[in-house]
Every structure is written in C-alpha cells, then in structure tokens.
Nanobody, 127 residues
Framework: QVQLTESGGGLVQAGDSLRLSCADS????????VGWFRQAPGHEREFVGA???????SSTDAVKGRFTISRDNAKNTVWLQMNSLKPEDSAIYYC?????????????????????WGQGTQVTVSS
C-alpha cells in the first residue's frame, strides 16, 4: 500500500522559504516517481515538479531556480524546497506517486498519470 502524507506548509512572507515533505510508510517507495502539484482556489491543479527513482528531476518553468526536489529512499521521503516564495505560489500543495518507468517529462506533468495522492498541505505567501 502507498499512503503519501505531506507536511511543512504554512504562512510566510514573500521572499521566505519553506520545505515541504512527502512521506510514505509503504514498502514500494523506492519504485515511485514522486510529483508535486499545487492548486489555488478557482484554478486547475498545476504541476510543480517531480523526481524519478534515479533522482532525476523535472519542474515547471515558473519555479525553476527557486524550487528544488530531493529524495531519500532510506527515509521514504521526498522534499520540495521552496525559496524566494511569491504570493502567486500560494496554493494547496499535493504530492503524488507514480509507479512507472521511463516516463517522459511531459507525462510527469499530467495529474492523470499518478495513482497515489496525499491530502495536501496549505502554503500561503503574503506580500
């Protein structure tokens, strides 16, 4: 079973940093590609970035240079380090798991590719 749990959200000011965590207690974490998505009120769920089993990453242009994704399979955890936060980064952030190999960057950006989802954590950035 895969059960993803996000943590680390909160209220910060523009320019601050936050680190979100996505943890899984199941036995197959090592085999998962983990993606981060976000959804603001009135908007569709948006791809933020993803990290494959081998540690390679993909991210959307809006966060490149500011957000970094990393993982520690021994801890069954993926992190989303968010620096230089902007008010437009405010959203509920979700992590999601995908058990596929050789997935293209485009496919990683599609929510429909992911089988497992966490409950989300709220990030609010004030100006």
């Amino acid at each position: 079973q895969v059960q993803l749990t996000e943590s680390g959200g909160g209220l910060v000011q523009a320019g601050d940093s936050l680190r979100l965590s996505c943890a899984d207690s199941g036995p197959i974490f090592d085999y998962l590609t983990v993606g981060w998505f976000r959804q603001a009120p009135g908007h569709e769920r948006e791809f933020v970035g993803a990290i494959r089993r081998d540690g390679s990453t993909s991210s959307t242009d809006a966060v490149k240079g500011r957000f970094t994704i990393s993982r520690d399979n021994a801890k069954n955890t993926v992190w989303l380090q968010m620096n230089s936060l902007k008010p437009e980064d405010s959203a509920i952030y979700y992590c999601a798991g995908l058990r596929e190999f050789g997935v293209s960057d485009y496919s990683l950006s599609q929510p429909s590719m992911y089988s497992y989802w966490g409950q989300g954590t709220q990030v609010t950035v004030s100006s």
